[in-house]
């Protein structure tokens, strides 16, 4: 039998309990930002009314559905 003071003990289950939850965090956010990105990929903001439409076509340059302009793809936000 292996013996093990208290104080160790606590200490032990404090780090494996941290570590686990560390990791879950990382995890979740390595998800939320690869859904994110994924959710921005589509989407094209037109050069003359500034408005945000997705456009899942493969063209280079996409038809804006307000006022009819062509538009460059561009990425959208820092992702």
Do not use: H, Q
């Not at 292996?2 to 404090?14: A, G, H, K, Q, T």
């Not at 009314?49 to 990425?75: Q, V």
């Amino acid at each position: 039998m292996i013996r093990v003071e208290l104080p160790v003990l606590v200490f032990i289950y404090l780090i494996v309990f941290l570590a686990a939850i560390f990791s879950l965090w990382i995890v979740y956010e390595w998800l939320r930002r690869r859904r994110e990105k994924e959710a921005l990929r589509y989407r094209v903001r037109c050069t003359i009314c500034a408005s945000i439409f997705e456009d899942k076509t493969d063209n280079l340059l996409p038809r804006c559905p307000r006022c009819g302009s062509l538009n460059e793809r561009l990425k959208l936000g820092g992702l």
